[in-house]
């Protein structure tokens, strides 16, 4: 008898959440702050005593019921914190205006210090470190710059950071200048010391190297270490599958595993997870054209396009449809809004875009229709 007082309690709760959870999906409510947790609790605790219970000595079936209670507290909040994040409404992609990326990125020293570059003034001097004196000049351009004869026992290193939506340049101490594109990191040493010049990246960078055939030049990524005297080039490391080095002016040398090619102008090698390297020929403005400002998709897969401008213009992507094989063609500038870009990719008639944005926290994110 026992046995069933305690199932009729614990079914009673259980019908209880289950009306609950019914009338908050059919009203569409989302959290909020002055959600009411106690006052919903002590709601149902009302429904589950409407119809009373013999009191009963039988401990666990007490522990039982409270148990259920407990969870639904848990169950609530989840829920609502669930509905919070996934409710998106939709709205006019001309109502919002979504800018474009602008020059911002955190330069971290060797002791851990963030620096927030883009609140720097132009010609202003950031640190000095073992005498080198770190600056940002007329241009904006981090810049290093030390002795002749200057000599380090240890050399420290710096990191510089992109977000979505930002990018920079600076000059290497070697006086290399490197194009940063949005989401992007790179480690270098603050004074070329050794034999080679060898620096780390994630991301998206356009080298132009300064010749000096003593010291090679080498960028290690994931993937893959290029190995350069002087020349111009791009690299694209985004974490992805694959990686790519595309070559504008003079020669590097791709190393993966125990794999090697050389590359020359207009040649571009490819990186898999797997070490292997394919080299082929290509139009290298279509990969150097964001540094000049442009957005270039030359039969580009639909993901590929969609990843460049989440990163540019930090704002998430959704599909309607995945594994789609759509392609696009097109140039567009990259210093326009968000609306421009997309209107011009819709003129292709192939896609359409829906901007979605969440009341209760601002988050923006686009859909994309294939059509």
């Not at 008898?1 to 009338?23: P, Q």
């Not at 620096?199 to 990524?221: M, N, S």
């Not at 020359?264 to 990186?271: D, N």
């Not at 213009?313 to 421009?340: C, F």
């Amino acid at each position: 008898m026992k046995d069933k007082n305690n199932a009729k309690d614990i079914s009673k709760t259980e019908e209880a959440v289950h009306d609950y959870f019914s009338l908050m999906e059919s009203k569409g409510e989302a959290y909020s702050p002055d959600f009411d947790e106690s006052g919903v609790l002590g709601r149902i605790q009302h429904d589950i005593n409407k119809s009373p219970v013999r009191l009963s000595k039988n401990w666990r079936r007490w522990i039982a019921v409270a148990s259920c209670i407990t969870l639904l507290a848990g169950s609530i909040v989840a829920w609502q914190l669930w509905n919070n994040r996934s409710h998106f409404e939709l709205v006019s992609l001309e109502d919002v205006k979504i800018l474009p990326a602008h020059g911002t990125a955190i330069l971290t020293l060797a002791n851990g210090e963030k620096i927030s570059l883009d609140q720097l003034q132009p010609n202003s001097l950031i640190t000095t470190v073992d005498g080198i004196r770190v600056s940002k000049n007329a241009n904006g351009e981090i810049t290093y710059s030390a002795a002749d004869n200057l000599k380090l026992n240890h050399i420290a290193n710096h990191h510089i950071e992109t977000p979505k939506g930002g990018f920079y340049t600076l000059l290497l101490p070697d006086g290399s200048k490197v194009w940063l594109n949005a989401e992007t990191k790179i480690k270098y040493p603050i004074h070329f010391g050794g034999s080679e010049r060898r620096i780390e990246l994630q991301g998206e960078a356009y080298f132009k190297v300064t010749h000096d055939a003593t010291k090679p030049f080498i960028v290690k990524t994931d993937k893959q270490e290029i190995t350069v005297l002087g020349t111009s080039f791009n690299v694209e490391a985004y974490g992805k599958d694959l990686e790519a080095t595309t070559l504008v002016e003079g020669s590097v040398k791709i190393s993966s595993g125990q794999r090697r090619l050389l590359l020359e102008p207009g040649q571009q090698a490819i990186v898999d997870s797997k070490n292997a390297i394919q080299k082929k020929q290509v139009d290298d403005s279509q990969y150097t054209a964001w540094i000049n400002g442009d957005f270039s998709f030359v039969d580009t897969e639909i993901n590929e396009v969609m990843s460049q401008i989440s990163r540019w213009y930090n704002i998430d992507i959704v599909y309607d449809q995945k594994g789609n094989d759509l392609r696009l063609s097109g140039m567009v500038a990259r210093n326009k809004p968000l609306d421009t870009v997309l209107n011009i990719l819709e003129m292709t008639g192939k896609v359409k875009f829906e901007l979605e944005v969440n009341p209760n926290n601002q988050e923006r994110r686009i859909r994309v229709k294939i059509i």
